[in-house]
Each structure stands twice: as structure tokens, then as C-alpha cells.
């Protein structure tokens, strides 16, 4: 708890990362910001390219089916890939200064967790836009999952950034995790293809809960099953303090490693 | 913990370890096992002190004795590995200034990201902007990118920002040479005003006599062990004795170091090497003539060896302010000297002349240099204050005709046990 309110008072710093980042990601090159809302619209059409018009899955619109769950997971994996060099790439700071460390990948996913909800806007229009409709009603339940994956991601990004101080490589091992990991959560398909003796494996899977809720508000256009979102709860609040947990039992040799 | 207490420190333990060759990736981890071979090195072996709250303390100690250690491990860069540190109240330490400052930011943008890493929030940082532009003196300058300072501005910037975070307990590392002697004056004023208003203060110095002028208590940490505790004016004598021991040992292995390698090279080869380091000595040397030989005279008579004897009457190259000194000279006669004086002088290292005179000038009996032999001239008491001084010697026949003129015959250092500052100490007494 102490812990806590001292991360509160750098909220100062947490927001000047966050902005520091918002601003530079996209500094020099001509588009700008406009990066934030191209990027996954590009990503949106590739996808949509390849699995309904070359593997036609029969998924009545596809590109809501798919854009609704992308967006929340270009956020997640790069929380985790990402957010795994945040301390690293500030190795200087670490080793001169004190601050709660806990402040750089807080910094980072919260940075990723604005470029999420900007291009949720964007998500928004195309619901819009094509006439496909908005449950308003269920959409009260959006800003809950959200916070939901947001702890959630914090929660690996302090596991993550914190082994990655330790061993370098993981940086690069994460991109492979977080490519599988994509394969393995219900972004690009339904849960319902899911051979059954594998669903309890399956069903282990943090993500999996979340990509349905958000899919169950903006594709289903309804409110998500109470199950769904008590998993997503409890998973992101259990691997926020796991993540926490570790990361404070790490971070005290960050300054000799670095 | 106790009420009055601002910090507590107990049976502190820190040991590093010194790597070899380390493996950071995960292929070098597994397949070179002896990469990771390492040693333990205990950098603090079992310290405990406390803090009052409105105490001020100084750490001293020769380099690597574990002080700057103890500071990192206050303000908790790095974990002690077993012992405990509790802090009361708001830590800012003044260690690495300006880490975290952005060039291409201006300097006013940078007060703020720089004091948000103290913990402070933008209500706080707006409330003391003022304060902190004014004490860094750069009015002018503030909304310029922090590139464009020079690293005087750019420390000041600094000091300035870490000074106004309103601290409970300042940690301070080395720092008080910032800027200009006019600023750094300003920074103790102001370290001395922070302290009357309640902080507690932590600082490791080189500088001993900062240090007594702000500080109750030093703490003179050796070998990662407390060795003394106490009034700064009680335990600085005994460290200073330390090290005025150990420069003699220093010295006197280099001494023997240089004559081993003098007796075991040519004449011919230790006579080149001999203009050869003269040659580095002039170009290191401030003087505006541009050639400068350290050597010169029309070689009637040679001074083959200059000894300093300190009070105990051995030739040594290290001394105590007020020590009693002798300059002994030895001299070969290549040809009679008709009407010879004998001189010497002294030159602090940045080529200030101390003082300098001469047979002639004391006004002793003309006499003429006819065989081998050893001027000797006694300082009673050398009172110079501490610092890296030169002696050169020499030798003149009638009207001031350089014979043997020996520049740098002797470089030597003074220590003192009191703080008193300036060239040269002035017998003095107080009515008060």
C-alpha cells in the first residue's frame, strides 16, 4: 500500500513519459500522429485481405469481427514486447536516480493503453460509417474490460521488463511469444472453432476471456455473459499484484545489472 | 524506529560482484559457465549509524572506501544485501545532477520533467518554478533548449531544481563545485539555510572543510567499516594523519621505483629519457614562454642529487604544514666557481612562485666552489598550506651567471591538520 501511494505521487513523471512518448513516436516522418489510426486500419486490410477474400471463413462481416478484437491486441502485445525494454532503454536514469521503478512500464502501457483508446475512435466510425451499428447499452460495459486489459497487461509488463534486465534476449524471445500468442487467442477466428479436448488448455489463456468480451460488446452488440467478465476480473487483478510482486523482488539488483 | 531519528541504519552489508568477463545473453550464460566466474567484494561490511532529524553529517574517506556506496544504498539505487535502512520523510538526493534532462527540451521544460522524477507534482513544480529559475540565475536563458547552455549553466539548472524540492533529507555526493565560485558560494548559503529550516543532511566530500562548517558529526568510513565517528574537528585529524601516512608510502615506493629503473637503464639511455620527460614536463607546464628547459648553466659544477629531510631527518617528498624542513644539495665541481652562490625555490604546482632566495640576498660571505661537497639549507618551519609544490635549485658564479640551474629538482606535497586556507600561513594569534 505504501508502495502504492508512492507510485501516486510520480504521477507527474508517469504523465510526462506518457506525453514524451505520445509525442516522439511518431516524430519525423510526414504523417505524424496519423500513424496511431493508419497503423492498424493497414493491419485491418491485410487481415481482411487474406482471411475474406483468400481463406474465406465465413464470418459475416469480417472486418468489424476482426477490428474490434486487433485493436485490443495491438495494445496488449506491444505492452508486453514493448514494455519489456522500458526499464532498459532508461538504464541511465535507473542507475544515477531514485524513483519507484514500477514508474517505466506503468509509463509505457499507459502510453500504448492511449494509443488504444484513440484508435478505438476511430473503431467507433467504422461502426458507424458502414451502418453497422452500436449497442449503446452494451458499450457502458467497454470502458470496464478495458481497465480489465490494461491491469492485465501492466501485470506481464512488469514480469517482462523486469526479466528482461536480467537476460537481454528476451526482448527478441518476446516477439515470437507474442506472434503465438496472437494465434492462440480468438482474434482472427471465433472460439467456437476451437477443437473441444483442447478447450481446457485453451480456455488458461488471460486474453482469451477479454477478446470475447470486447467482441461480445462490439460485434454481438451485447452486454458480455457475467462469467465471461468475472474471469477477465479476476485475471487482470491476480496478474497485476503477481506482476507487482516480482517486480519488486527484481527491481532491487536493476542498478548493478544495468 | 526512533521519533527523533531521520535515519536509521543498521548492520548494513553490501558486497559486489566483480565479473571477469560477463555473459549478459542467455546463449553466453549457458555455454561459457566460466564467464559468470566472479569474486565477492565487500564494499560495506557491517555499518550502523543514525541520523537525527536537523542533523547534517559528512562521510569521509580515502576513494573506494564505500562512502559514495552507503550514499547509493540511502537513497535506494541499490539494495544493501542484508542490514536495514529506514528514512523518515521526503528523500531527495543530490547525486548524478541533471540525469534525465533532455537536450533539445528547453531549460523551463526540463525543471519540470527533472522535478517530476523527484516525486514532486505539477502543482508542487508550479508553485516553486519561480524559486527555481531565479536561484539558477538563467532568467535570460529558460526557454532555450537545455543544449545551447554551457555545462556551468547546465549544472546550476540542476542544483537548482534538486535544491527546491523541499526535502526532508538531502543526500549530497561531491557536489558543492558547481559553478563559478560566486554560485557555489550561493549553493552553500543556501545548503546552510535548508538546514536551519529543519533538514537533514548527508554529505560526502573530498572537501573537509565543507564539510566542518555544515556538519555536526563526520562519519570517516575505511575499508567499508565505520573507523571513527565524532566532531568533524576531532575526526578529521585522525584521517588526515591516515592519509599523510599513506602518500609517504606512496611516495617513498615511488621514489625507490624510479631509482631501481635509474640504476638499471644506460647513462646514455637515462639521459634521453631524461629529456624526454622533461620535454612532456614543459608542455604540461602553464608557462608562456613557449621553450621552457628545466635544466641550464655553463657546467662548471653540477648538482648531482637534491634530497628534502623532514623532522625526522629522512629524505621524504611529503610534509606537514609547519614541519621543519632541510634542503640538502649535492654538488661535483668540474671547474673552480669563483664567487659561487648557492639558491633555491619554491613553486606551487600551478607555477605560482612561493618564495625563492639565495646566498647573495642573505647577504652571506662571497665565496668561491673549489671541490664536491652538500649545501644544505633549513626551513624551520614550512608553512605552507596543502597542496603540490616544486623546488628548483640553484647554482651562480659572480654577477648572477647561471652555473647549474635546476628546474623541478624535487616535486613535493604539504598536508595539513587544520583547515585554514590560502598560500602560506601567517603566524597569528587571537584577542577576542
Known amino acids: ?70 485493436v485490443p491486441w495491438i495494445f496488449f502485445s506491444a505492452s508486453i514486447t514493448g514494455g519489456s525494454s522500458s526499464v532498459l532503454a532508461s538504464g541511465d536514469m535507473v542507475k544515477k536516480i531514485y524513483f519507484p521503478r514500477e514508474v517505466l512500464p506503468i509509463a509505457y502501457v499507459t502510453s500504448a493503453f492511449v ?30 474490460i478495458m481497465l480489465v486489459e490494461y491491469l492485465l497487461a501492466l501485470g506481464i509488463a512488469f514480469i517482462t521488463s523486469a526479466c528482461t534486465v536480467y537476460l537481454r534476449d528476451l526482448e527478441y524471445i518476446l516477439g515470437i511469444i507474442a506472434m503465438a500468442w496472437q494465434f492462440l487467442t480468438p482474434v482472427m477466428y471465433a472460439s467456437d472453432m476451437v477443437p473441444d479436448r483442447l478447450l481446457p488448455i485453451w480456455n488458461l489463456n488471460p486474453m482469451k476471456s477479454v477478446i470475447e468480451a470486447y467482441r461480445d460488446i462490439l460485434y454481438y452488440q451485447q452486454v458480455p455473459q457475467l462469467s465471461t467478465l468475472l474471469v477477465a476480473v479476476l485475471l487482470g487483478v491476480g496478474f497485476l499484484i503477481v506482476g507487482a510482486i516480482v517486480f519488486d523482488k527484481l527491481q532491487k539488483g536493476f542498478a548493478e545489472e544495468l | 524506529m526512533d521519533k527523533n531519528n531521520a535515519i536509521e ?57 564505500g562512502k559514495s556506496t552507503t550514499l547509493k544504498l540511502l537513497s535506494k539505487i541499490i539494495y544493501p544485501d542484508s542490514g536495514t535502512i529506514e528514512m523518515a520523510g521526503r528523500v531527495s538526493s543530490l547525486i548524478e545532477l541533471g540525469a534525465g534532462f533532455h537536450k533539445d527540451m528547453t531549460g523551463r521544460e526540463n525543471i519540470y520533467t527533472n522535478a517530476a522524477i523527484f516525486g514532486l507534482t505539477r502543482k508542487e513544480i508550479d508553485s516553486r518554478l519561480d524559486d527555481i529559475i531565479a536561484f539558477s540565475e538563467l532568467e535570460e536563458f529558460i526557454d532555450n533548449p537545455v543544449r545551447t547552455y554551457s555545462s556551468g549553466m547546465y549544472m546550476r539548472l540542476a542544483f537548482s531544481v534538486a535544491i527546491n524540492v523541499d526535502a526532508d533529507i538531502l543526500l549530497i555526493d561531491e557536489i558543492l563545485a558547481v559553478g563559478d565560485a560566486g554560485f557555489q558560494t550561493k549553493c552553500f548559503n543556501k545548503l546552510k539555510e535548508i538546514k536551519s529550516n529543519g533538514t537533514t543532511i548527508v554529505i560526502v566530500s573530498h572537501s573537509l572543510g565543507q564539510i566542518e562548517q555544515i556538519c555536526e558529526r563526520s562519519i570517516w568510513i575505511h575499508e567499508g567499516k565505520i573507523e571513527a565517528e565524532g566532531k568533524p574537528r576531532d575526526v578529521h585529524p585522525q584521517y588526515l594523519d591516515y592519509m599523510a601516512q599513506q602518500r609517504s608510502i606512496i611516495a617513498e615506493k615511488e621514489a625507490k621505483r624510479l631509482k631501481e629503473k635509474e640504476a638499471k637503464e644506460h647513462p646514455e639511455a637515462q639521459k634521453q629519457a631524461d629529456a624526454q620527460t622533461a620535454k612532456e614536463e614543459e608542455a604540461t607546464e602553464k608557462s608562456k614562454e613557449k621553450k621552457v628547459k628545466t635544466r641550464w648553466g655553463n657546467g662548471d659544477c653540477k648538482v648531482t642529487e637534491v634530497r628534502m629531510m623532514d623532522s625526522r631527518n629522512i629524505a621524504n617528498t611529503s610534509f606537514n604544514t609547519g614541519e621543519k624542513v632541510v634542503i640538502e644539495v649535492d654538488y661535483q665541481v668540474i671547474k673552480k666557481v669563483s664567487d659561487g652562490v648557492f639558491g633555491i625555490g619554491i613553486f606551487r604546482s600551478d607555477g605560482v612562485h612561493i618564495y625563492g632566495t639565495n646566498t647573495r640576498i642573505d647577504n652571506l660571505e662571497v665565496f668561491d666552489i673549489l671541490q664536491d661537497g652538500t649545501y644544505k639549507i633549513t626551513l624551520d618551519h614550512l608553512e605552507l598550506l596543502p597542496g603540490n609544490y616544486i623546488l628548483d635549485v640553484s647554482i651562480e658564479c659572480d654577477q648572477g651567471i647561471p652555473v647549474d640551474f635546476y628546474k623541478n629538482a624535487v616535486k613535493f606535497d604539504v598536508f595539513a591538520r587544520i583547515g585554514d586556507v590560502g598560500v602560506s600561513r601567517l603566524a597569528h594569534h587571537w584577542d577576542i
Open chain 1, 115 to 144: 494509443n488504444m483508446v484513440l484508435s478505438f475512435v476511430v473503431v467507433l466510425l467504422v461502426l458507424l460509417v458502414t451502418g453497422y451499428g452500436i449497442n449503446f447499452v452494451a458499450l457502458l460495459y467497454l470502458p470496464i
Open chain 1, 1 to 70: 500500500m505504501k508502495r502504492f501511494r508512492e507510485i501516486y505521487n510520480y504521477r507527474e513523471m508517469i504523465n510526462g513519459l506518457v506525453r514524451k512518448d505520445l509525442r516522439g513516436r511518431y516524430k519525423g516522418s510526414v504523417l505524424g500522429f496519423a500513424w496511431t489510426f493508419i497503423n492498424p486500419l493497414l493491419q485491418l486490410l491485410v487481415y481482411t485481405m487474406v482471411f475474406s477474400v483468400i481463406m474465406r471463413n465465413g464470418i459475416q462481416d469480417y472486418y468489424v469481427f476482426l477490428f474490434v478484437a486487433l
Open chain 2, 9 to 65: 541504519v543498521r548492520h548494513l552489508t553490501k558486497r559486489f560482484k566483480v565479473y571477469y568477463d560477463k555473459g549478459n545473453s542467455f546463449k553466453e550464460r549457458l555455454l561459457f559457465k566460466e564467464r559468470n566466474a566472479h569474486e565477492d567484494r565487500w564494499v560495506i561490511n557491517d555499518i550502523s549509524f543514525d541520523v537525527k532529524k536537523g542533523e547534517a553529517i559528512g562521510l569521509v574517506g580515502h576513494n573506494g572506501c
